[in-house]
């Protein structure tokens, strides 16, 4: 008899590091896959589901104006319910820090089903940032009966917690991701990003949008960029802009007028993990792009003033610096005029593993399933 695995999630960054895991779980004839999509995000995430030919099952579609932390996860409880007592999983797959998978890994508790989380162990120790991430996947730790940890120093973590059981250093999930993604003849899809000068011009992807940099953190980083574009003529700076009101209102008002600078909309995976590729320098409050951006060798400036992934700054692809505005205008700086700083970021260790990690998740699952029968 197959063992029956539900992979639940709701949030474009999770899709584009669950995807891959989904697709090898596929490959396995002794286990029946089952995706349930909770819709916290939805166009952002369909882009992710049709890209990778994911097939699902359910989606539970959550997503209303002006829903809050409270609405998101009340309900997934609701909705996820009665799938769960339906469909009786042998185990229920989450992955990270969202508000999806804190709810799914209680709704999944509530009916005695174990629950596998991926990407375990990341923590800051500041329970309010991020916010609410920090405590969502410290929760579902504490619920999960496997825990899929991208780095030793992330098993660490859970030792110190007294999680010692059924815990796999795996590596990440999203640079599997990189092999269906990223192509070398790429074209973009984004007419916006086809009408940005990368000949003879050197990239700046950014990414900016955390509850906890809204208002004046925000101000100071736009500001930052500013000063570091108007001193660099042969600079280009790509903007993805969240969809958030308050992230574009700040956005366009310091960075709107400014021609070397692009505030293009969201991008699908496709299209950002080759624009990563192809950029010169990351500046990004995301916890993803901490990820991906060492893994084609390109150092990232991370718009924090803490990160669940020490290991990146421990290697030395990443740099944590901060969110005031000279702090980060002069450490960009540093890394478009000093080519030895620049190289010693960029020619470190990618501390996430080899684009094996799904393989390594889905042989433990089978593993565990084996010697529970």
């Known amino acids: 008899m197959a063992l029956k695995v539900m992979s639940v999630f709701g949030t474009r960054p999770e899709a584009i590091k669950m995807c891959p895991l989904i697709k090898e779980l596929e490959h396995h004839k002794e286990i029946e896959s089952i995706v349930c999509l909770t819709g916290q995000h939805r166009e952002m995430l369909q882009q992710v589901i049709d890209i990778f030919g994911t097939k699902v099952q359910y989606n539970l579609d959550i997503m209303q104006p002006r829903q809050t932390l409270t609405t998101i996860v009340t309900s997934i409880l609701e909705k996820l319910e009665p799938i769960l007592i339906e469909e009786r999983p042998d185990i ?91 192509k070398p003849d790429y074209q973009y899809k984004d007419a916006a990003l086809r009408n940005v000068r990368f000949e003879g011009k050197r990239c700046i992807l950014m990414t900016a949008h955390r509850r906890e940099n809204l208002g004046k953190p925000l101000e100071n980083i736009c500001r930052a960029v500013k000063r570091i574009v108007q001193e660099f003529p042969n600079i280009e700076l790509v903007y993805p802009v969240h969809m958030n009101p308050a992230v574009r209102d700040t956005a ?98 990618n501390p996430y593993g080899d684009g094996q990690a799904s393989k390594r998740i889905v042989q433990a699952i089978l593993d565990w399933g084996y010697n529970r029968k």
């Open 92 to 182: 229920l797959l989450v992955h990270g820090d969202t508000s999806t998978t804190f709810a799914a890994a209680l709704a999944a508790f509530y009916q005695k089903i174990p629950v596998g989380h991926v990407e375990a162990g990341l923590r800051t120790f500041d329970k309010y940032s991020p916010f609410p991430e920090e405590i969502n996947r410290c929760l579902t730790g504490r619920i999960a009966e496997l825990h899929f940890s991208p780095t030793e120093n992330n098993r660490r973590n859970l030792a110190n917690e007294n999680i010692i059981e059924n815990v796999y250093v795996t590596g990440n999930t999203v640079i599997d991701a990189f092999q269906t993604t990223i």
């Open 252 to 349: 366009v008002s310091i960075l709107g007028d400014m021609a070397q600078v692009h505030l293009i909309k969201p991008l699908d995976v496709e299209d950002m993990h080759n624009l990563i590729a192809r950029s010169f320098l990351v500046m990004t409050d995301s916890g993803g792009l901490q990820e991906e951006a060492p893994s084609c060798g390109i150092p990232v400036l991370v718009l924090r003033t803490e990160t669940e992934r020490p290991e990146a700054v421990e290697a030395g692809t990443v740099k944590v610096v901060g969110v005031k505005e000279d702090d980060i205008y002069h450490n960009a700086k540093v890394l478009l005029t000093d080519k030895g700083e620049y190289d010693k970021m960029a020619k470190s260790a």
